[in-house]
């Protein structure tokens, strides 16, 4: 059905796919009023973790390469256009303002691992990018202007030595 305007729009809930990149489609057969019609676009479903986010430098964060999220050497892989990252950050924020993150939020965490990272990580993860990030006594904090959407790779584990890598497939927000 269309509306006053002519447009006709469909909610599909729960989306039902695998994480990662798709394509959705729509077909108009025609009628007696209007002709064939069809159209497609690509898509990628990805997840935010439950609590807290990976953190990228937006100097980092460039689709394509491999960018590292989480590590020892966090403050080496990614270098911040608004000042220089505390070597104590390891690249989660344990808080967020909002949950699931939105551009323009800001987030809080805690020095290396004592900000306690999970355990897993979906296929495709939502990963904030920050342009700045500060201390002020044992808190780390940052800000997020922009979100990207990372393809995991394996190795991962929830502390330092054991760095989260992923290639950078998509922006979600900026």
Not at 70 to 86: E, K
Not at 118 to 140: K, N
Not at 143 to 149: A, D, H, L, S, Y
């Amino acid at each position: 059905m269309t509306n006053a305007a002519g447009a006709a729009a469909c909610t599909i809930f729960p989306v039902n796919q695998p994480s990662g990149t798709g394509v959705v489609a729509g077909n108009f057969a025609g009628d007696a009023f209007y002709l064939p019609s069809s159209a497609s676009t690509t898509t990628i479903i990805f997840a935010f973790l439950s609590q807290g986010a990976f953190v990228l430098s937006d100097t980092t964060a460039v689709v394509g390469p491999t960018v590292e999220f989480w590590g020892a050497d966090w403050s080496r892989q990614n270098v911040l256009s608004g000042g220089i990252v505390p070597n104590a950050f390891k690249g989660f924020a344990s808080t967020i303002s909002t949950n699931p993150p939105t551009c323009g939020d800001t987030w809080l965490s805690t020095p290396s691992n004592s900000s306690k990272p999970p355990h897993t990580l979906p296929p495709f993860m939502g990963v904030l990018v920050s342009t700045t990030v500060g201390t002020s006594g044992s808190t780390v904090s940052g800000n997020v202007p922009k979100i990207v959407v990372v393809k995991t790779n394996a190795g991962y584990a929830p502390d330092p030595g054991h760095p989260g890598t992923g290639a950078l497939v998509a922006v979600y927000c900026k």
